[in-house]
């Protein structure tokens, strides 16, 4: 699943001073990358007027009252002396994994043995404790049989996990059969790619 584009935002102000001497907070918004490199785009608005920030690095900022400023890209030293403490507390990216099943069957392919020790390495090196597994098919069979079947790998990837030491309260298990195929095609197409269990790490 993407993630929307992150929009940083700095308060500056002399919260300290006189009020007379006081100089308007300025509010500086900057547009960031998501954890897969796409830029989305923001805009700034206020009763004085707007700014769209559509790059990366991109920032506006406004002065008190006044309308958002002309936009201009920040340096990689700006962006990390203003944020880096901010960036620096960002949860890592979620470890995602495709383990793959033979047909009509939830006996996992022999690739995807070894992807499983992975995932329990992924979960014991986060220490996680938001741990999904959805199960999916092809389109091939009946929609009942289907459902059963995604829920069957489903649960046998779960109890792997478990008997790995995986405490049970830290699995989410979900199935949707046929539907959310990784790869659309029509009924009855044996797609391999689409009989899968996806197991995400947070």
Not at 29 to 45: E, I, K, N
Not at 92 to 107: I, M, N, V, Y
Not at 167 to 194: C, F, I, M, Q, S
Request: with cysteine; charged share 20%.
């Amino acid at each position: 699943m993407k993630q929307g584009p992150a929009l940083l935002f700095l308060l500056l102000g002399l919260a300290c001073a006189p009020p007379r001497t006081a100089a308007p907070p300025r509010n500086t918004f900057v547009l960031m990358p998501d954890r897969d490199g796409h830029v989305g785009s923001a805009t700034v608005t206020n009763a004085q007027g707007s700014a769209t920030l559509d790059q990366a690095g991109q920032s506006v900022t406004v002065a008190g009252l006044g309308a958002p400023g002309q936009p201009r890209i920040l340096t990689p030293t700006e962006i990390e002396t203003a944020f880096g403490a901010a960036l620096a507390a960002e949860p890592p990216k979620s470890f995602e994994c495709r383990l793959q099943f033979r047909t009509g069957s939830s006996d996992l392919e022999p690739g995807a043995v070894a992807a499983l020790a992975e995932v329990v390495n992924e979960i014991r090196r986060r220490d996680s404790r938001d741990i999904s597994v959805t199960g999916h098919t092809d389109t091939t069979g009946d929609p009942d049989l289907n459902m059963r079947l995604s829920l069957d790998r489903a649960r046998k990837v779960r109890d792997f996990l478990l008997l790995s030491g995986v405490p049970p309260e830290y699995v989410n298990v979900a199935y949707h059969g046929k539907g959310n195929p990784l790869v659309p095609t029509g009924d009855n197409v044996d797609e391999p790619r689409n009989r899968r269990v996806e197991v995400t790490v947070r």
